[in-house]
């Protein structure tokens, strides 16, 4: 019997268990259209607490443990207020006794380490402000099914180094993906985040850059995301004006390849980060990107709740 597993970062799994979810996930996926359900979580229950409003993440899970025969619940901040109206040692303790797994949805990357600590089931981190590995496993899956393989392909990333862009850099560099990152300074990857990702690659897997035309040159992939993330409103009006120039728009994706493909986690702020041309057109996966949430998100739990 396996013993307890989590995901708190993409850091946490090996190529090879990288790998094994990609294949549950696409044998989910190729199942589902042809109507077949697996029911491997029947009696099984998902807690999902979200300090952080959701769309994809919330509705993904939920139809995810629907599909795959299991219950979701869901708790909001205000439903338990962590860490302030109980202590989250006591919460991870408690809420173990009831669910077979817990998606937790918050700010600081310290809260996902302490639920962890104290949990007796997978604890899965559904974003915090440091990583978004769910996230980062949909996207790097999405290319591989688009383009076949990963190793070797050039993946840009336009914008601000955060929990995304953390997380994409980790799973690139355990891929063989060389990634690309442009973003303004003040607003870039630590040396020392740099440092430990390539550590573990051994090898230089992340190319950082001030000046996005560099970045998206002959690039395969070009990926942006939001300028003000949750929890940064406050600095909105400065943070459009530092990333003006960074941009996601058919200038740029002149400078990639012929058949660039372009990403974007969303949610989206049109005109901003990225134009409506490129959004809504053909070279664009963000919606298959969305859709795949929900696959390897099944994946996910398949492979953490397995004996």
Known sequence: MRGLRHLTC???????????????????????????????????????????????????????????????????????????????????HTISRYVHVVALRTFGQEVIEEMTRYSSVPVINALSDAYHPCQALT??????????K????????????????????????????NFRIASPAGYQLSPTFMEEVEKRAQRKAIYQTDDPQEAAKGADVLY??????????????????????????????????????????????????ITDE????????VFDQAENRLHVQKAILKFLLRD
């Not at 490129?278 to 996966?285: A, F, M, T």
């Open 150 to 177: 990963l190793e070797g392909m050039t993946l840009a990333y336009v914008g601000d180094a955060n929990n995304v862009a953390r997380s994409l850099a980790c799973l690139s560099a355990r891929l063989g993906v």
């Open 10 to 92: 993409t850091a946490d799994l090996s190529p090879q268990e990288i790998e094994e979810i990609f294949s549950i996930a696409q044998r989910l996926k190729k199942a589902l259209t042809k109507g077949k359900r697996d029911s491997f979580l029947k009696g099984k229950t998902l807690a999902l607490i979200f300090e952080k409003s959701s769309l994809r993440t919330r509705v993904s899970f939920e139809v995810a443990m629907h599909q795959l025969g299991g219950d979701s619940i869901y708790l909001s901040k205000h439903d338990i207020e962590l860490g302030q109206r109980e202590a989250v040692k006591d919460v991870a």
């Open 139 to 148: 996207d790097l899956f999405t290319l591989r099914e688009k383009l076949g």
């Open 224 to 273: 942006t995301d939001t300028w003000v993330s949750m929890g940064q409103e406050n600095e909105a009006e400065v943070r459009r004006k530092v990333f003006k120039d960074y941009q996601v728009n058919s200038s740029l994706l002149r400078l990639a390849k012929e058949r660039v493909l372009v990403m974007h986690c969303l949610p989206a702020h049109r005109g901003e980060e």
């Open 278 to 285: 490129v959004l809504d057109g053909p070279h664009s996966i």
